[in-house]
């Protein structure tokens, strides 16, 4: 029998409590940011932040979120990603529940503070037992992750219209989400796994042992997944404003495009991973990337807001593919580094958030929206240049070594 084959007895079962377990965190993280992020009206009137003020405090949040990401990165050199995760989640609960009790505005930037700081440490926690977990499994199971955080978003986003359309308080709305996914995520966290059991192979891998994290070699990565948040931050900020403002469709189509964004990324992310394992991880960026960017060209030269709507499905399907690659080419680049790679890498998640919806907003306002559209287009056709950075060493990703590895996990 292969080496590779020999494992430990309770291996394979503590690897799917551990899979089942991460999927549950990344679709508890999809609900908690949806609920705040489609709820922005409503924050604002509750503690009656100016419009001025309010981008300050939008973007107070992407920034905490990239230092707790940093953190987490120094974190995880003394403790277990998993131990991080458990305590994250939690107080990012705590955090959307202080948003609905609080009136006062520092009673907002108080648990607007936690949520940043939480909700970082969650996602590059997550993500570093994501790239444990397929390292594990030997096999892209990391589309599948990201596919639970859109079910997620799609769930919050849902229940957020239904407080909104009953006119519901926030506390109204946060404290019921909050009394049945706590104790989900306390339990669920219990089943989470680091999967130290599986080493990387530095034959396979082609790195030695006590490789480090070196800028240069994550750039392209880091740049990969700037530009694709620009346009993911684009579909979210701008998508309703463009239907109604330039494509001239009324208030109710305009809620349209975002949610048939989410519905392809949920599906694309859903069926991904069968695409990585049957064309390997080049092949399939490289294809999202195409679609990605001519999701955004059928947008930009849309006659009617019908065609708009497609061009952004275009959208969530090639875009969604682009960020969870990262992550795994990030562990695939530094197997023996993989969490600091990961903690890294994760900041440009919100350098990304940070600059796309200005940029875009800037560019309409000096030239056209249609023209701004083309922008984060020609940024993701950037993917293309540096394509290779998602090769993993092998003819396929589903090769022999990897399915002989796998074989014995569900």
Known sequence: MEASKIRPVGTDTRLRHGRVSLALSFFVQGVVFALVVTRIPAIQDRYGISDALLPAFLAAVPILAGAGSVLTGK????????????????LLLFALLGVGVGDQLWQLALALCAFGLSGGALDASMNMLGVRLQRAYGRSIMLGFHATYSLGGIAGASLAWVGAHWDLSLLASYLPVVVVLLPAVLIGSSWSTDADSEKPDPVRTGKPEGSSVTFKALLPLCLIMTFAYIGDSTVSNWSAKYLQDILGSSDELATLPYNAYMVTTLIGRAAGDFGVRRFGPVAVVRFGAVLAAAGFAVVAMAPGPWVGILGFAILGFGLCVVVPQCFAAAGRLFPNASDAAVARLNISNY??????????????????????????????????VYARSFADGSARYGGVHDRSRAADVG
């Open 75 to 90: 974190i995880v050199a003394r403790v277990r990603p998993s131990l991080v995760l458990r305590w994250a989640q939690p």
């Open 351 to 384: 350098v990304g958030f940070l600059i796309g919806s200005p940029l875009v907003g800037a560019l309409g306002d000096m030239w056209s929206y249609r023209g701004a559209m083309l922008v984060p287009m020609l940024m993701i056709l950037v993917t293309l």
